[in-house]
Structure formats: structure tokens, C-alpha cells
């Protein structure tokens, strides 16, 4: 009895021990169990945590940025008003080749109450009085001018012989330029933009394989332009007036410039005071004008530009395999529209024949606008590198391809075809 109490007594402080041992030894063997189930984890790649959503900011480069068939070439305005019917009376009318002006009595033809005194279709003198030492006075002729003659015009110009007729008119023309189908074509260099692009994860399609979709958007430029020469049909308005009998002036002529020096009464040279002015009808000849067509006589030189961007919107499906931990291979392909805008831009000019001084040119530039949605479809396959869990690049190819859409400007077309275009793009991505 006594040795059974005493090993229920060492038997206390050995309880008591193991009590105080047990959550150490539970610890330890969840620690264990837990160390075992992490080693499993990182051995078995399918249960890696990849963040669902993908965000991509970069550039990419095309190798076209579309090309442009302008069309209808060669169709320049003319740059001078029609001149105003003959029922308009005597006013100023303007020509490519030269200019009858409005005319009426110098003030020095007329009194204090605006009535001519000058004789018409006859000359008048300038005078002065001089007073010499003697305090005498003479009156000296210091010019000879032409008078104002109502129906007639001292203020002309023309600037070629070809003009003069062989009934004693003068032909006074504006020009303009028709085009006869000339067309030119131009394909434009490679061209860049800017894009911004979502796609997030929906499952898995094998154990390194995963599937979803992409959405996007970005920004490209539209820059195409191209000169040369094209040959259009000369268009002439000529109206015709009168020399009334006299011989026309040597060409080039203005009666600006229709005075020479006058020798005065006493003896004194006076300058550029002695008119030479031969006058002219101040209206066309009634119903003799005409207008005329010229096909090929116009050599029509131009530089044409379609200028601007589209904006770029696709959605499509998203494949993407985990190559190694750090390195996956993303291909998405779908729909694509894009929002183009551009400005067509024309300066066209032509020297008219027989006329080295005479050019016709449209307004610089001469410009319209267009706007319009476009259909299509892309493709991109991307390598992506992960520089930690949430950032990493990407680089790849792209390729795209948009229908076309048509521009006019003055009768003239521009069909813009982005066609088919192929690039690299490259940028930054994060997951989250």
C-alpha cells in the first residue's frame, strides 16, 4: 500500500508537465501540417493566384497609315468676280489680263458746282501764273491733259498683244480650269498612335491556359499628301470693248502711266504733264462677249493633303498561356470600329497661255471636312513579362484593317482607304 501511494504521488508532477506540454505539441504539428500544405501549394502551378483584371498603356507602329486616291483633278475657280452686266453702266470691271476702270471729270475739269468745263472728246491745259521782276505776269502752259468724254474710259489696262482683235477691240478674259478626270494616287508611310487596353480573366482552358476578353481603344493619325501637274481644259469669259477707231497702245499698257514730259510755253520742262492716254469703250461691246472651252491647254500644277485621325475602339476574346513564372503569350481578336475625321486640303494653280504673268489659283489652301464610322476587325499576339505580382511589359505584333470612305472638295474626290495595316506595339501593364 505504501509503494501504490507513493507512484500515484510521481505520477502528479508528470501529468502536470504533459498538460503544460500538450498546445506546444499541438502547435508543433500544425505548424507541420500547415508547412507540408504550403509546399504542396507552391509545387502545384494551378493554384497560383493571377489577378483577374489586366490594364495596358503603350504605342504601337504601323507599317501604313492607309493611302488615298484623289480624284477630278484640276479644277481651279476662277479668282476674280464676273464683272457687272453692261445695264450696271459705267463701273469698274476687273479681269485676269486686265481692268477697265470707272471714270469722270478730274476735279480740275469741273466749277465750284461740280459741272464739267473741260470739252469732252477734246484736251484742257494747266497753267500758271508767273510774276517777274518787273511785277508784270504771264501766263505759262505747264500741261496738256485729254478730257473726260461721257461713255469712254481714260482708266484702263491690259497686259498682251494677244488680246487686241482685228476690228479694233481689246479682249478682257477670266479664267478658270476644268478638270478632265486626272487622278493621282498616294499610299502613306508608317504611321503611330497611342492605345489603352482592359481584359480580365474569366477561366481556365488548361492548366497553363487562360481565356477571357479584351477591350480597347487608341488613337491613330491620318497624314497623306502628294504634287505633280495635271493637264484640264481652259475655260475663258471675254468680253470685248472698243478702241473707237485708234490704234491700241503697246501691250503691256495702263494709262496710269500714259504721260511723258511737257515742254512749257516758256521753255520749261514740266514733268509727266502731257497725256498719252488713248480712250476706251466704258462697256463691253453688247453681245459680242463669249466663253470658250480649251481642253488640254491648261497645265494645272497641285499639291493635295488629307490630314487628321481616328479613334479606335475593338472587343474581342483574349487567350493567354503561362510560358514560365514570369514570362506569357496573350493573343485577342474581334471587332473594331473606328471614328475617323480628316481635312482635305487643295492649292491648284495655272499660268494661262499666253499670258507668263497671268496665274489662276484656288484660295491657300483651299479646305473641307468629313466625318465618319468605319467597320472592322484586328488581331494582336503580345509576349508579356512580369517585373513583380501587379507590373510588367508587353510587346508584340498587331494587325487591323477598316473599310474606306469618300471626301469631296470642289468637285474634286479623295477616297481614303486605311485598308489593311500591320505593326508592332509595345507598353506597361498592371494587374490588380
Do not use: C
Not at 28 to 40: D, F, N, P, V, Y
Not at 161 to 189: C, L, W
Not at 204 to 215: L, S, T
Amino acid at each position: 500500500m505504501h509503494i501504490f501511494f507513493m507512484s500515484l504521488r510521481s505520477l502528479k508532477p508528470i501529468a502536470t508537465l504533459a498538460l503544460l506540454a500538450l498546445p506546444a505539441l499541438l502547435a508543433a504539428q500544425t505548424s507541420s501540417a500547415e508547412e507540408e500544405r504550403l509546399q504542396k501549394l507552391m509545387a502545384d502551378s494551378s493554384q497560383w493566384y493571377v489577378p483577374k483584371n489586366h490594364i495596358s498603356i503603350g504605342f504601337h507602329l504601323l507599317n501604313s497609315g492607309g493611302k488615298v486616291r484623289y480624284g477630278n483633278l484640276g479644277t481651279v475657280a476662277a479668282n476674280v468676280s464676273a464683272p457687272a452686266p453692261a445695264s450696271a453702266g459705267a463701273v469698274t470691271r476687273s479681269y485676269n489680263n486686265g481692268q477697265v476702270g470707272q471714270d469722270a471729270p478730274r476735279p480740275i475739269e469741273q466749277d465750284a458746282n461740280g459741272n464739267q468745263i473741260s470739252t469732252p472728246g477734246g484736251r484742257y491745259p494747266t497753267t500758271l501764273t508767273v510774276t517777274a521782276p518787273d511785277g508784270t505776269t504771264t501766263t505759262v502752259q505747264t500741261g496738256d491733259y485729254l478730257s473726260y468724254t461721257p461713255g469712254l474710259t481714260r482708266n484702263w489696262s491690259y497686259n498682251t498683244a494677244a488680246q487686241v482683235t482685228g476690228n479694233g477691240r481689246i479682249g478682257f478674259s477670266i479664267y478658270s480650269a476644268v478638270s478632265e478626270g486626272a487622278t493621282a494616287q498616294k499610299d502613306s508611310g508608317p504611321t503611330g498612335g497611342v492605345e489603352f487596353e482592359f481584359s480580365r480573366v474569366m477561366g481556365k482552358v488548361a492548366k497553363r491556359m487562360e481565356w477571357g476578353f479584351a477591350a480597347g481603344v487608341a488613337l491613330n493619325s491620318i497624314n497623306n499628301k502628294t504634287s505633280g501637274s495635271v493637264t484640264s481644259t481652259l475655260h475663258a469669259d471675254t468680253d470685248f470693248y472698243s478702241l473707237n477707231g485708234q490704234a491700241a497702245p503697246a501691250a503691256p499698257y495702263t494709262t496710269t502711266t500714259a504721260f511723258v514730259d511737257y515742254l512749257g510755253s516758256n521753255g520749261t520742262v514740266y514733268p509727266i504733264a502731257l497725256e498719252t492716254t488713248i480712250p476706251l469703250s466704258a462697256l463691253p461691246v453688247p453681245g459680242a462677249s463669249t466663253s470658250t472651252d480649251t481642253p488640254g491647254a491648261a497645265t494645272v500644277n497641285g499639291n493635295w493633303q488629307v490630314k487628321g485621325a481616328y479613334f479606335l475602339l475593338r472587343v474581342g476574346p483574349s487567350l493567354r498561356a503561362q510560358l514560365t513564372e514570369r514570362l506569357g503569350l496573350n493573343a485577342s481578336f474581334g471587332v473594331a470600329g473606328a471614328y475617323a475625321g480628316s481635312t482635305y486640303s487643295v492649292v491648284e494653280s495655272f499660268a494661262v497661255p499666253n499670258n507668263p504673268d497671268v496665274t489662276v489659283s484656288t484660295p491657300d489652301p483651299e479646305q473641307s471636312t468629313a466625318n465618319k464610322f468605319l467597320s472592322g476587325y484586328y488581331a494582336d499576339l503580345n509576349l508579356q513579362l512580369a517585373i513583380n505580382e501587379r507590373t510588367g511589359l508587353f510587346g508584340g505584333v498587331s494587325a487591323q484593317k477598316f473599310a474606306s470612305y469618300d471626301q469631296t472638295l470642289g468637285g474634286r474626290t479623295a477616297h481614303i482607304d486605311l485598308g489593311s495595316a500591320v505593326g508592332v506595339r509595345g507598353g506597361v501593364s498592371f494587374r490588380f
